[in-house]
Nanobody, 127 residues
Framework: QVQLVESGGGSVQAGGSLRLSCTTRGFSVSSSCMAWFRQAQGKEREGVAAITPLSSTTYYSDSVKGRFTINKDNAKNILYLQMDSLKLEDAAMYYC????????????????????WGQGTQVAVSS
């Protein structure tokens, strides 16, 4: 069964940090384009970070560049998102996403590129 299971969401004050984890089941992160998306209430789902399968090249949206770090553990098949210097506007449901067997393009994939989604983990940021 192909599955993505996120964890690590929660509530944090602005300026704080959280680390999200995503465990993959049924496929390998080392052969998939992996990404994190987020969706704030009333807004479209947007990609915030991606990592390529082989070289682990990373891509970030302008809104999180310099504050978020995506990485993965190929041996454990886990994807991470380290979120530092969190802002109020980072509050959203965060989704782990994958496109299996794809090398990624030179940017964060679009929603249409994704073939596996996690169930989401909520991140709340307070002042």
């Amino acid at each position: 069964q192909v599955q993505l299971v996120e964890s690590g969401g929660g509530s944090v004050q602005a300026g704080g940090s959280l680390r999200l984890s995503c465990t993959t089941r049924g496929f390998s992160v080392s052969s998939s384009c992996m990404a994190w998306f987020r969706q704030a209430q009333g807004k479209e789902r947007e990609g915030v970070a991606a990592i390529t399968p082989l070289s682990s090249t990373t891509y970030y949206s302008d809104s999180v560049k310099g504050r978020f770090t995506i990485n993965k553990d190929n041996a454990k098949n886990i994807l991470y998102l380290q979120m530092d210097s969190l802002k109020l506007e980072d509050a959203a449901m965060y989704y782990c996403a994958a496109r299996r067997g794809w090398a990624c393009t030179e940017k964060i994939p679009s929603k249409a590129d994704i073939d596996v989604w996690g169930q989401g983990t909520q991140v709340a940021v307070s002042s």
